[in-house]
């Protein structure tokens, strides 16, 4: 696994990565030789997600990792991540396994989407409309930042729909 660059220098990068990551990094799946590690198709309970009652295991993206209480770092729950994005963009705020989104885990899953590259529809979109909105200086500008929020909820609903179609067949 020579690099271009400097000699040894891909042995390095795997040695380096294989300590960070693990031993059996690169056996721990069937696409591990591409990089992919699909840990939560892996998971031997038959865990199904809080919001959607889909199974964690047959989502195509990485679960998101929503703490049970927002102040501590554990214990977590396993979510769709896509589905609560569009949860929240959609109705403007989430309930979710029992309480509100916080303002912090709205960046963490925006993070989250844009890194797993799934779409544009990021809930911190909603919340600058939202914010852009109230503070517009004129009706007009006013006007149009709630317009711009409505055409982005619009099409959340609709791809929320292609979703529930997705996760009901």
Not at 29 to 50: D, E, I, K
Not at 129 to 154: D, M, W
Request: aromatic letters at 8%; charged letters at 25%.
């Amino acid at each position: 696994q020579e690099s271009a660059g400097l000699p040894g220098e891909g042995s390095l990068i795997c040695s380096v990565l294989q300590e960070v990551m693990g031993k059996d990094y690169w056996k721990s799946s069937p696409g591990a030789a591409a990089g992919v590690n699909r840990w939560w198709t892996r998971s031997r309970l038959p865990l199904l997600c809080p919001l959607t009652n889909f199974p964690i295991s047959l989502l195509p993206y990485p679960p998101f990792k929503l703490r049970v209480d927002p102040a501590r770092p554990s214990p977590r729950k396993l979510v769709d991540g896509k589905y609560l994005a569009m949860l929240f963009i959609v109705n403007g705020g989430a309930v979710a396994c029992g309480r509100e989104l916080q303002e912090a885990e709205i960046g963490v899953l925006d993070e989250y989407i844009h890194r797993c590259k799934l779409g544009a529809f990021r809930p911190g979109r909603v919340v600058a409309l939202q914010k852009k909105a109230s503070e517009a200086a004129s009706p007009a500008e006013q006007r149009r930042a709630v317009q711009e929020l409505e055409r982005f909820r619009s099409a959340a609903r609709v791809e929320m729909g292609k979703l529930r179609r997705i996760q009901e067949s």
